[in-house]
T-cell receptor
Framework: SQQGEEDPQALSIQEGENATMNCSYK?????LQWYRQNSGRGLVHLIL?????REKHSGRLRVTLDTSKKSSSLLITASRAADTASYFC?????????????FGQGTILTVHP | KAGVTQTPRYLIKTRGQQVTLSCSPI?????VSWYQQTPGQGLQFLFE???????NKGNFPGRFSGRQFSNSRSEMNVSTLELGDSALYLC??????????????FGPGTRLTVL
């Protein structure tokens, strides 16, 4: 299966700490995207990293991609209570995978004030 | 630009009925993808439309169908509803033309409950 597998399934930290979530997959990809979801609402796009990129930053977010290990990680620095949410990695597989993102099961992040 | 909108936001149906959900993409976007989210199966891809043509389809029964109009708005239909169809249905829009850099932007979802 090309589905992303996320680790850990749940993460509980204090405000100000860093949070790291990992995503592993099994097939070739065009890109990998990270999304956030609050309480069963819509998904908010965080970062897209292409298969030929190794690292991207956006504000307090840093995403890395290692295609040789078929893995990615999302780092949230100096976390805030408002970062509490579920985080998903989503893969756009190689080839003609028009519009089809394959999601991991998500990491539930809880940030305690 | 306005984001992706979905209507209705909540829906309650009974088994055997059918339902139609609507999605309006971001202005200028021509691709609309649909996903089903359940606690057990997570987020699963249903289908994708681009310029009124279905380009990709997930592993769902034929009871699930969709279409896209010339203005890129999309609808999905579920016929003969089953209890297991209770889920959050999400649509996402993208330009559909930038290949591997194309970002999908999601709507707020429609929460369907089947009784």
């Amino acid at each position: 299966s090309q589905q992303g597998e996320e680790d850990p399934q749940a993460l509980s930290i204090q405000e100000g700490e860093n949070a790291t979530m990992n995503c592993s997959y099994k097939t070739s990809i065009n890109n990998l995207q990270w999304y956030r979801q609050n309480s069963g609402r819509g998904l908010v796009h965080l970062i897209l990293i292409r298969s030929n990129e190794r690292e991207k930053h956006s504000g307090r977010l840093r995403v890395t991609l290692d295609t040789s290990k078929k893995s990615s990680s999302l780092l949230i620095t100096a976390s805030r209570a408002a970062d509490t949410a579920s985080y998903f990695c989503a893969l756009l597989a190689g080839g003609t995978s028009y519009g089809k993102l394959t999601f991991g099961q998500g990491t539930i992040l809880t940030v305690h004030p | 630009k306005a984001g992706v909108t979905q209507t209705p936001r909540y829906l309650i149906k009974t088994r055997g009925q059918q339902v139609t959900l609507s999605c309006s993409p971001i202005s200028g976007h021509r691709s609309v993808s649909w996903y089903q989210q359940t606690p057990g199966q997570g987020l699963q891809f249903l289908f994708e439309y681009f310029s009124e043509t279905q380009r990709n389809k997930g592993n769902f029964p034929g009871r699930f169908s969709g279409r896209q109009f010339s203005n890129s708005r999309s609808e999905m239909n579920v016929s003969t509803l089953e209890l297991g169809d209770s889920a959050l249905y999400l649509c996402a829009s993208s330009s559909g033309t930038r290949g591997y850099t194309d970002t999908q932007y999601f709507g707020p979802g429609t929460r369907l409950t089947v009784l």
